[in-house]
């Protein structure tokens, strides 16, 4: 990832799939944007950076979803994604 000049990014999230809570509509389902740990890692080089927030980012979440994406600022797009963390105990919702 570091070596092709994409900038990795953690997010979490509690629940960790799309699901219906907050609204019935067509089209309308809650859980597909995850949440963002601090910052995209602009200008990152160094490996243990970024597994230093994952680290940080495991103890602060330990019963969240972790995943991390790279994005190529050349192509404005996301490039990769992998889940870092499942939760020992998934959360459920009220659906």
């Given at each position: 990832m570091?070596?092709?000049?994409?900038?990795?990014?953690?997010e979490?999230?509690?629940?960790?799939?799309?699901?219906?809570e907050?609204?019935?509509m067509?089209?309308?389902?809650?859980?597909?944007?995850?949440t963002?740990?601090?910052?995209?890692?602009?200008?990152?080089?160094?490996?243990?950076?970024?597994?230093n927030?994952?680290?940080?980012?495991?103890?602060t979440y330990?019963?969240?979803?972790?995943?991390?994406?790279?994005?190529?600022?050349e192509?404005?797009?996301?490039?990769?994604?992998?889940?870092i963390?499942?939760?020992?105990?998934?959360?459920?919702?009220?659906a």
């Amino acid at each position: 990832m570091l070596k092709k000049g994409w900038i990795p990014c953690l997010e979490f999230d509690e629940v960790g799939y799309v699901h219906r809570e907050n609204s019935r509509m067509p089209g309308y389902c809650d859980g597909r944007y995850w949440t963002l740990w601090k910052l995209p890692m602009f200008g990152c080089t160094d490996p243990s950076l970024v597994l230093n927030e994952i680290q940080e980012c495991k103890k602060t979440y330990p019963n969240a979803y972790i995943r991390c994406l790279a994005f190529d600022n050349e192509n404005q797009g996301q490039c990769m994604a992998f889940i870092i963390q499942k939760p020992t105990v998934a959360a459920t919702t009220s659906a």
